[in-house]
């Protein structure tokens, strides 16, 4: 018997106010639960748990229903909604955070219910390294759990944080986090130390730069779709999470073959995501379009090997 | 009949004195020509135009002559030969010159005998835009010319650079290199901006974060071969070249999938050179080594694409 969640995410749901060199957006709808719930809904059903405040605008609700996202973990708490205020500079490489308001996030406790408890496909956002491990003790019997840190965790609980990639299948990681966690410059040298201590695979995040999957059965390398409407860099991670879990949900497979189409439609969702401010733009897409992005990147890297010698 | 060279290189040989995080060399054999013509050499036979001094060493042009190498167009000048010395931080991005001693190389002036101008293939290094428009209307009927290109001559002579990218089928500039002569940040619009300006097909090279072939029939994005022994980055570019160029003067073809194999080649060439100083490295390796990194490359970028919705 099927659980009526096929993917759960544990994370956050944001108002973002976001400043780029292509416009600006305020009070729009971000966090990493956001992204990731609205880019995986292309590909399969998906369960939030997360918590906003009474101020949670209802149309954002809204929209979240009407892409099928089961809000009846979304929590609604007394106060305000988590804020984050941030802007990127014309690289686009960073964000500088101007404001974080945690509000209702800051005493965010994820409660599962028994369908929650049940969902095969599992995605434990950004959150506290020890949230993360109450939910993953509370699940039943994931077939796949992804996972995702920051450096803040890394810097102040990073045992916690190994242990969390010790008991996830994947931890999501970018460059500068693997780096520090692994204590490793060099990212291949990271991902392998990562492995030694206990990881059973990792996907470093390399921004416009790509993605990176390593564990002992696969490598894979995929580089960023080259996206010319780039306007907001926000959320591109989540976004890449969803298409990843997204797909490995809907087939239900985690093979080889499986994983590097996914590394692709991680790469797709995130290169749309960041067309727009806020999920806006993974809103809009759907089935025919992703492929089409996943076949023009698969156009750009494809090679045929013949012999030369 | 086929000429006597199949590539001809005009460019640069140096002594190099390099400082990395990982060791020094001092006095090493380098130059543009010297690195593409090593790598090349992997592929085709190849002759050199360039100019040293009376100080060259005797080892290098026999190391050039061991590799097959025509040195009948390396001229010796009163004087002493081009000297570079730089060092790379820790990030390893960009070289920091401490030192630039041309000596010959700065009354550098080409010179081609009936057999060079019959070369079919033709590399033009980064010299002066105008010894590069010279050295091509000496040429009878090249089937391909690829050209090299750098900072210094977009600042100083735009127009000769923008002539020269014209007139030759492929012409390679790193990041940095393409923004500033297309006056353009986002890559591929630079690249679209030059294929506007008339250059029939550009590379862009992003280093450690690979390359990008743009032209009107074909876009390839190969990323860079994730090297863990990486020792000095110096003639990374011109080792590129040398694969690219040298798979398509073996194959005498430039169709699409050659070029995407040729691509992959020139990724495999560079990733190998900077595995050591000078292109001690290059000169060890052979067909079926160049042939396994080509391969180790496809299977980690390689995905079967299958329909998902």
């Keep these: 018997m099927k659980a009526a969640n096929e993917i759960l995410v544990v994370g956050s749901v944001a108002l973002d106010s976001v400043r780029t060199p292509f416009g600006e957006a305020t009070e ?30 209802p149309e954002h609700r809204a ?11 979304l929590e609604t708490a007394a106060g305000r909604t988590f804020r984050w205020r941030g802007e990127y500079n014309v690289e686009l490489g960073h964000a500088h955070t101007l404001e974080t308001q945690l509000n209702v996030f800051s005493t965010f406790h994820p409660k599962l219910d028994d369908r929650h ?28 759990v992804l996972s995702d840190t920051m450096n803040y965790w890394i810097a102040r609980k990073p045992d916690r944080v190994l242990e969390v990639l010790r008991r996830v299948d994947v931890a999501l990681l970018n460059e500068e986090e693997a780096r520090a966690l692994a204590g490793e410059t060099h ?29 002992h059965e696969e490598r894979i390398l995929t580089p960023a779709y080259p996206v010319v409407a780039l ?14 879990m997204g797909l490995l949900a809907r087939l239900d497979r985690a093979d ?7 590394m692709a439609c991680g790469t797709a969702m995130a290169s749309m995501a960041i067309e727009a401010f806020s999920p806006a733009r993974l809103v809009e897409t759907e089935g025919a379009e992703i492929e089409s ?17």
């Design 28 to 57: 729009a709808l971000g966090g990493s639960a956001s992204y990731f719930a609205i880019s995986a809904s292309r590909f399969a059903k998906v369960g939030m748990v997360a918590v906003v405040g009474e101020d949670f605008p």
């Design 63 to 73: 929209l979240f229903e009407s892409n099928g996202i089961d809000l009846s973990g």
């Design 117 to 144: 408890r049940a969902a095969p496909y599992l995605f434990l956002a950004n959150i506290d390294p020890d949230l993360q491990l109450e939910v993953l003790s509370q699940m039943r019997r994931p077939r796949l």
């Design 187 to 215: 990212l291949v040298r990271a991902a392998e130390s990562l492995l030694a201590a206990g990881a059973h695979a990792v996907i470093i995040k390399k921004g416009e730069h790509g993605a990176l999957y390593h564990s």
């Design 231 to 244: 306007t907001d860099p926000t959320g591109a991670g989540d976004s890449f999470a969803g298409g990843f």
């Design 256 to 262: 080889g073959e499986a994983l590097r189409q996914a």
């Design 293 to 309: 992005r996943v076949r023009s990147l698969h156009a750009l890297v494809h090679y045929d090997l013949f012999p030369m010698f």
